[in-house]
T-cell receptor
């Protein structure tokens, strides 16, 4: 089973709201990723957690706050977003983020910021 | 020069045609490659991955790698309307941090006409 589950599938929020995106995997993977994808563009890496520690932050604005409560769960907390943050947010996981590592993606959360 | 470059498309072919999707890469480190298929408004789905020069087959799909020219291809035989999607090539890179990063091509939108 190579399933990564993301909730919710769709989210509409105002610029003053606080919301969270959730991601879960049960493949025993120790690396988890958040990506942002705009229409007709490839995914852009935002954050990487390896063994529950933040290992990469691609200079993402502080209105995006990641959290990895345990090895199976990854959250992305959203606060005071801008309309340009509307996008498909993808979670992925891989064995450990090292060497010949394959990333498996979830179906994504489609976020609209009004 | 981008680390991974992909023929942008879009590509429109009749049902049953052989499709060729192509990427080039510049960094010879971590020479393993992935092809993802992404249907509209869904997350990327791993289609194939390969480490070696030469061909790797999986059903109607063949991934080809030429390390001497840094060229990778995905061939789809007997293309079906259900193959209509965006195809993303990807390769890991390492910038000295704790984990690898996945670099995507820009994606090729394929439409298979019935």
């Amino acid at each position: 089973d190579t399933e990564v589950t993301q909730t919710p599938k769709h989210l509409v929020m105002g610029m003053t709201n606080k919301k969270s995106l959730k991601c879960e995997q049960h493949m025993g993977h120790r690396a988890m990723y958040w990506y942002k994808q705009k229409a007709k563009k490839p995914p852009e890496l935002m954050f990487v957690y390896s063994y529950e520690k933040l290992s990469i932050n691609e200079s993402v604005p502080s209105r995006f706050s990641p959290e990895c409560p345990n090895s199976s769960l990854l959250n992305l907390h959203l606060h005071a977003l801008q309309p340009e943050d509307s996008a498909l947010y993808l979670c992925a996981s891989s064995q450990d983020g090292q060497g010949a590592d394959i990333q498996y993606f979830g179906a994504g959360t489609r976020l609209s910021v009004l | 020069q981008k680390e991974v470059e992909q023929d942008p498309g879009p590509l429109s072919v009749p049902e049953g045609a052989i499709v060729s999707l192509n990427c080039t890469y510049s960094n010879s480190a971590f020479q393993y490659f992935m092809w993802y298929r992404q249907y509209s408004r869904k997350g990327p789905e791993l289609l194939m991955y390969t480490y070696s020069s030469g061909n790797k087959e999986d059903g109607r799909f063949t991934a080809q790698v030429d390390k001497s020219s840094k060229y990778i291809s995905l061939f789809i035989r007997d293309s079906q309307p259900s193959d209509s999607a965006t195809y993303l090539c990807a390769k890991p890179t390492f910038d000295g941090g704790a984990t690898n990063k996945l670099i995507f091509g820009t994606g090729t939108l394929l439409a298979v006409q019935p």
